[in-house]
């Protein structure tokens, strides 16, 4: 089997019985993004030189037998992640000349746990996005059909490991951002509970739903990755003072008896027929495995995408007021006063999608829309909340496909906003809930694949990555390299 | 024209929280660093960083709750106040909206005429401060300091119960003696740890509607409080007798100038698109913490004074004085120990000692004679050793030579003359020396009693005790 081929967790293991140095790993990784990247357009930076120096110190610490399963494995951040020197640019004309003064929490962790930094991809700007089309580095391919998207916003993220020119990557779901293009490129894409992941050093889009995560090629990598990302950090109010299971150690976990339930809003009209089937064979399969399945209706979910649109765009707009052209990023040539600084610095650095959701965000928090749009999205919000509180009363894992078709091509929903809203339509309420919820690929519709998505409660990470991994201890599908990348 | 109409006030107080770290992020709030010396990455706004509530601004809150008798919020909500502003880095200002912290409470001043009014307290909440704007000296463009950014604020708000400038004024001065009572303010107004805005209307005498207001902007001294309001009264007044409107708008105090002038109007307001800061978990403060501060609340300053009144006899008007500050009661209440006399202690507070501070511009903490020493030489007034008249030379000296009065006294020889034989000697030698005013009292000019005490004080340098002088002298004048 080549390097590349191997998942995280194996080269982790192939590194630990000195099989091959981290250079030589990293040195073949480097390579195959300097093949590959210009096609892909997976990488805003790639980080050669210091991702040598990563995997050389790494080299000395598995030459004392210290590290851990991760040490010396290359790793991809999505360019929201800071990263201390290096540019991070968050995908926007804003930041092309941002270079982070501190490491995200994220960064940091991974960084001590002994991972090799490649490069910083490519995401659609400031993470809005589902097609990765709103970079301003240009759209990014899909290794399976480089005529199609990836899905976004983490859409270099997938790419990259798709393509397997980086073993996993790091990326943040604000609606969907990991499980979608984790469906849309064959990955296992891993969105932990709100608060789980310090959202310290991420960029923010709208802070009450990101959640960083991991886009790995199996539930093994997804585990042994957010084991070592995840936990309190005081730096992030929001980041929850618990501790973290080892999730590498509880993907065994028998799934017989698992109480599964169906989404019955999942399944209408938007859902592509064989996406469709695909899903319905992958739960069925499960029941056959001895778990039970039960369909359910969770009826203000279809009201997901809605809510998610007056409550993102709200904090967007707040959270995107610090770029002014004063402090950082981009600054227009020559203002003429404060307002032309403000309004041209603003103007050239965001692009349109940004700008949009800017501008809708503004009007629902204005006064006399605030209690029509905001407040009353909250209150959906809540009720959604509730719906996944019932439900979780009756089933231990809620099943349904992670993306309504398979990866679309390159310009095909960029005209109609909403059209590729509803890219997200399925993924979006295990944000307003906080939900932790794993997208695995459970087959391939006319060569592109196609994701299964399970949701659980709160808190619940173990539980879903011993359900993903034993689905792919049964199939092969997470194993599946597109044509040309093998 | 005054008569006819009445002045409705409301205050908004932003008290600067003296934490020693910032509200939501570790840099220092010491004033006067070098410009942006105490701005972290937090401070400055950057990409991807957080903010985390400092405990302390919270615990400081809590305890200007308790004072005011307040309900303290069990749950309350930092909300984002959306603007945009240079020195504003995140674009937004972090404050508390729907829900305060501080809920209703009430504060009690006294009026001049003697009697007391409460004066309702809205809400207190906590906030942080925007950064400095410096538009002189950076040619056509501005400088922006953000060691001010971040710095705790709490925020009281006044109901509109205030009815004169004065009022405002006492009111402001409550609030003041308060928050440095509870040492969660140093109040140093000049450095604008302490600072109001006056929402000032106006409206016919009987009238229960108000009328339309202002609010006149940072006003940072008691005395720009009273000006400002004052003018703003008669603009409107005048406004409206003159058949105008009053429009609602903010405004600007210019003190060389004395008057205000107006800022923005309420059409042009910011629409602030508040909305509750995800970044931040709501404020969950419970019983037991609450319990904790009330136990570490100092007496405060109404409690002081009605103590002062009871068990010191002092006048209600004396002990407000002698409480207005933590500092002065304490010197007040040593001294008045020390010599074993409250009221003389505080009429030499009051008097003398304020009197000498005011005149060197010095804090009562600074005083160059101590509570004890001060005690020490009210005792010597006391067991007659010096009058009170020569008890102010005694003091001018220990404030100048910081030294105690027994050791001014002594070489000054400013001892009282108590020997009855030393002072019958020096009135025998003041008649003999005057025969014919002695002979004129004798035959009835009592007046004169009043030449010969001045005689005998002269001769003997002010020293003669008074009381014996009198007696004595009285005796030796009316002859064998």
């Known amino acids: ?486 | 024209m005054a008569n006819d109409w009445e002045t409705v006030i409301g205050l908004e107080v932003h008290a600067q929280l003296a934490t020693r770290s910032k509200i939501f992020s570790g840099s220092a709030t010491a004033y006067g660093a070098p410009p942006n010396a105490q701005a972290n990455l937090v401070d400055l706004g950057y990409p991807g960083t957080l903010p985390v509530l400092n405990r302390e601004a919270v615990r400081m809150a809590v305890k200007f709750g308790l004072a005011i008798g307040a309900a303290v919020a069990r749950r309350s909500v930092f909300a984002r106040k959306n603007y945009f502003y240079p020195d504003l880095p995140k674009g937004y200002q972090i404050s508390q909206y729907e829900l305060p912290v501080v809920a209703r409470g009430t504060v009690e001043i006294l009026l001049e005429d003697g009697t007391r009014k409460e004066v309702g307290v809205t809400r207190a909440h906590l906030e942080e401060d925007a950064g400095k704007s410096f538009h002189e000296g950076f040619g056509s463009s501005s400088g922006i300091d953000l060691n001010r950014a971040g710095t705790p604020l709490l925020e009281i708000v006044s109901e509109p119960d205030l009815r004169s400038a004065r009022e405002a004024v006492a009111y402001m001065k409550k609030i003041h003696t308060l928050v440095r009572y509870l040492e969660i303010c140093d109040g140093n107004m000049q450095e604008g740890s302490f600072r109001c805005d006056a929402n000032v209307s106006v409206r016919r005498r009987g009238e229960s509607a108000f009328g339309t207001r202002c609010e006149i902007k940072n006003l940072n001294s008691f005395r720009f409080v009273e000006r400002a309001i004052n003018h703003e009264v008669e603009r409107q007044v005048e406004l409206i007798e003159g058949g105008g409107k009053v429009r609602q708008e903010t405004r600007l105090y210019d003190p060389d100038r004395n008057e205000t002038r107006p800022m923005r109007s309420k059409e042009e307001a910011n629409d602030y698109r508040y909305f509750p800061d995800p970044d931040l978990l709501p404020l969950v403060i419970d019983e037991a913490f609450v319990e904790e501060v009330r136990a570490g609340l100092p007496e405060l300053p109404d409690a002081k004074a009605a103590r002062f009144a009871r068990e010191h006899g002092l006048s209600d008007y004396d002990a407000g004085v002698l409480t207005a500050s933590r500092e002065m009661a304490a010197y007040y209440e040593a001294v008045a120990a020390g010599a074993g006399e409250p009221k003389l202690a505080a009429n030499w507070v009051m008097g003398e000692l304020s009197g000498f501070l005011n005149r060197d511009g010095l804090e009562i903490s600074e005083s160059p004679v101590s509570a004890a020493a001060l005690a020490g030489m009210l005792k010597r007034i006391v067991d007659g050793t010096i009058s009170g008249k020569l008890a102010k030379d005694v003091f001018e000296a220990m404030w100048r030579e910081r030294k105690e009065a027994d050791a001014i006294i002594e070489a000054k020889g400013l001892k009282q003359i108590t020997d009855t034989g030393a002072i019958e000697q020096a009135i025998a030698a003041v008649m003999a020396a005057n025969p014919g005013q002695l002979a004129d009292y004798r035959a009835g000019k009592d007046k004169l009693f009043g030449f010969f005490v001045g005689q005998v004080m002269k001769a003997t340098a002010g020293k003669a005790n008074p009381a014996q002088l009198n007696e004595l002298l009285k005796k030796m004048l009316a002859g064998p």
């Open chain 1, 1 to 486: 089997m080549s390097l590349h081929a191997a998942t995280a967790a194996e080269i982790g293991r192939g590194l630990a019985s000195r099989q091959y140095s981290s250079v030589e790993v990293t040195r073949h990784f480097l390579e195959r993004i300097e093949r590959a990247n210009p096609a892909l357009n997976a990488f805003v930076t790639v980080t050669a030189e210091r991702a040598l120096e990563d995997a050389k110190r790494a080299d000395l610490r598995l030459a004392r037998g210290e590290g851990g399963p991760l040490t010396g494995v290359p790793l991809a951040h999505k360019d929201i992640f800071c990263t201390s020197g290096i540019l991070t640019s968050c995908g926007s004309r804003m930041l092309a000349d941002f270079v982070a003064p501190y490491d995200a929490t994220v960064v940091e962790r991974l960084d001590a746990a002994g991972m090799v930094l490649l490069g910083k991809t490519n995401m659609d700007e400031f993470a809005m996005g589902s097609s990765n089309e709103t970079s301003f580095y240009g759209p990014v391919k899909n290794p399976w059909d480089t005529a199609r998207v990836p899905g976004g916003s983490s859409g270099g993220s997938a790419a990259a490991v798709a393509a397997r020119i980086a073993p996993v990557a790091t990326g943040t779901d604000t609606g969907g951002s990991i499980r979608q293009p984790g469906a849309l490129t064959g990955l296992t894409g891993f969105k932990p509970t709100y608060g789980r992941v310090s959202r310290y050093g991420m960029i923010a889009f709208a802070s009450s739903l990101d959640q960083a995560g991991v886009l790995a090629q199996s539930a093994e990598d997804a585990a042994l990755v957010l084991g070592a990302m995840a936990g309190h950090d005081a730096r992030d109010s929001t980041s929850v003072d618990a501790p973290v299971p080892d999730y590498a150690a509880g993907l065994d976990r028998p799934v017989k008896g698992l109480r599964i339930g169906i989404i019955r809003e999942f399944f209408g009209d938007g859902l592509e027929a064989a996406t469709g089937m695909a899903v319905r064979a992958a739960i069925d399969a499960f029941r056959k495995e001895g778990a039970t399945v039960e369909e359910l209706s969770l009826p203000n979910l279809p009201l997901s995408v809605p809510t998610y649109y007056v409550v993102a765009p709200a904090e967007c707009s707040s959270n995107l007021s610090r770029f002014d052209g004063v402090r950082f990023g981009h600054r227009c040539q020559d203002p003429k006063d404060l307002m032309d600084l403000y309004r041209r610095s603003r103007g050239e650095g965001f692009g349109a999608e940004v700008k949009r959701r800017i501008m809708t965000g503004t009007y629902v928090l204005s006064a006399g829309y605030y209690d029509a749009y905001y407040l009353k999205a909250q209150k959906v919000r809540s009720l959604i909340n509730q719906d996944f509180r019932r439900a979780f009363e009756k089933v231990d894992v809620l099943m349904g496909p992670t993306a309504p078709t398979p990866a679309f091509g390159i310009g095909a929903k960029t005209d109609d906003p909403i059209l590729m809203y509803l890219n997200d339509i399925y993924t979006i309420g295990a944000n307003l809930a906080g939900l932790p919820a794993v997208s695995v690929p459970c087959g391939l519709v006319g060569n592109l694949p196609v994701g299964l998505q399970v949701i659980g409660p709160h808190f619940s990470e173990q539980r879903l990555l011993a359900v993903a991994h034993a689905w792919q201890r049964a199939t092969d599908w997470h194993r599946r390299i597109p044509p040309g990348f093998a």
